[in-house]
């Protein structure tokens, strides 16, 4: 948690050596160990999510700006966000791509400690479903054990 909370803090790229700007080695031993940590953060987000924190170069500064952003949300901004979901319609995007809308909705959501119940999420995918999926949509729902919507997409 060192690189994230900033208990280890980023050393200076340079050193004054006797009046002489050197390279710290420190500094990169700390990029290459902070670098994974930022991977791994940026891993875990949707892709809308991931907009607010591509540019930044350290996973303390990616950490706090998701802090900030997503920590202490607003009851306001949880049903802002559970309304655009109830609104949300396949209409003519493809299938993965409403259901990509609805992850990086119930994803918000489940930042703000507001998660939406997975068969909730199931039941808004398959009712925006065509005719087509109509066999596919009963399968689902007579299963005796609830689909994810990794195994629905």
Same mark, same amino acid.
């Given at each position: 948690m060192g690189f994230i909370d900033g208990n280890r803090p980023?050393?200076?790229? +340079?050193?004054?050596?006797?009046?002489?700007?050197? /390279?710290?080695?420190?500094? *990169? $031993?700390?990029?290459?160990?902070?670098?994974?940590?930022?991977?791994? +953060?940026?891993?875990?987000?949707?892709?809308?999510? /991931?907009?607010?924190?591509? *540019? $930044?170069?350290?996973?303390?500064?990616?950490?706090?700006?998701?802090a900030t952003t997503y920590a202490k949300p607003s009851r306001g901004r949880v049903m802002q966000i559970k309304g655009q979901l109830a609104n949300l319609y396949k209409g003519s995007q493809r299938v993965i791509e409403y259901m990509q809308q609805i992850k990086s909705r119930s994803d918000e959501l489940a930042m703000m400690d507001a998660p939406i119940n997975s068969e909730d999420l199931t039941i808004k995918i398959l009712e925006e479903l065509s005719a087509e999926y109509k066999d596919i949509a009963l399968a689902v729902q007579a299963r005796e054990t609830p689909i994810s919507f990794e195994e629905l997409a």
């Open positions: 980023c050393p200076p790229p +340079i050193l004054k050596v006797n009046g002489v700007d050197m /390279i710290n080695p420190e500094y *990169s $031993l700390w990029i290459c160990q902070d670098q994974p940590i930022l991977n791994v +953060i940026v891993g875990s987000l949707s892709s809308r999510i /991931i907009l607010f924190i591509t *540019s $930044l170069k350290t996973s303390k500064n990616a950490w706090t700006t998701l």
